[in-house]
């Protein structure tokens, strides 16, 4: 019997959506959002019924009933640091995503969407790869206030899934490879993934790395801590400038990649320099990978949304090519990762991790 899997990937700029029976794709639908349209949420959690009804609207113009559906599956969000893997949703899962302890990310969202979708018919639920995988090698986590540890957060999900098929294309395991995979999505996450352990990475939700599409990425800290305590801001506020409503967004009103390649064809400058500014960081965010990986590095990945940018892809590539080779992997494997992660609990390939 073949098993029919929908797979729910709430990212920050869009909400992605497919059907998988077994390995076999059926169907597949991508919203994108608006910066107004998702900032008029205060928290994540408010966006619950905008992103179910985006579901609902999808199944029944597909003409396809949730009942028949073997499991679903959704992109996993900020829990307890946890390794990599398919995990059942339980009571747990769902409690820390609702009280979002670890942070706001839309992708707290696809547990939650994917159990109460589920349960009336008694279909389980998983997550696969959640944005807390944590593989970090300690160095990693110290910061030079003894206070502030750095956290594991970034798009493992998409990371996995472009590291696992270049290996696979490249006929290598990707446990015997060195890669530095940059994902640039709506949040940017540069990593370095040493013999298939990721051991270092910015994370974009805590103010570190390049700024993206509306992330501010790392800022000057002094001025930060004036601005802080300037009694001009509440930390809400304060917040929304380093996610949701910084980088792109901040200085030319989108988040939308396509519609800033098109104002830099037309001829704005401001969106050609700051489109420069934000590829200067990714390179230089490359660059301090390499140094990670020792310079054993096999290949540079650049993947997710913006790297259908063509123009990006020329400017960071002579930066960082003196490194290693770069290949382009546009878009994400996100929604087949995600089906494919169900799929293997659904055969009993592999048992589903428990999140405790
Ligand atoms: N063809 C394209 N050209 C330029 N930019 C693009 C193109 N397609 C998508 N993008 C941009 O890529 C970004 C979204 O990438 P992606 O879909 O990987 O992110 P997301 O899933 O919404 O967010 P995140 O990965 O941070 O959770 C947006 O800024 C979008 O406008
Ligand atoms: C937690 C994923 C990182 C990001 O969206 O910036």
Redesign the pocket.
Known sequence: MKHLILAI?P????T?LAVYKDEELVSEF?I??ETEEIMKYKHIIDQYKFREQIILDFLNKEHIDLSTFSAIVG?GGMLKPIESGTYEVNDLMIQDMMEAKRGE???NLGCILARNLGKPYGIPAYVVDPVAVDEMDDHYRYSGFPELQRRSLF?AL?HKAVARKRAKDLGKKYEDLNLIIA??????SVASHKKGKVIDVNNALDGDGPM???RSGSVPMGPLYNMCFSGKYTLEEIKRKNYGKGG?VAYLGT???????DRIKNGDEKAKFIHEVMCYQIAKEIGIQATVLEGRVDEIIL????A??KL?VEIVTPRVQFIAPVVVY???N?MESLALGALRVLTKEEKPKQYI
């Open positions: 990937n990212g920050s700029t869009s992605k991508k994108n959002h992109r990310h839309a992708s798009h998409n994902h640039l999505g709506g949040g940017i993206s599409p509306e792109l988040n939308d990649g396509k519609e800033i390649q993947t997710g949304g913006l259908y940018d990006l546009a878009g994400e996100e």
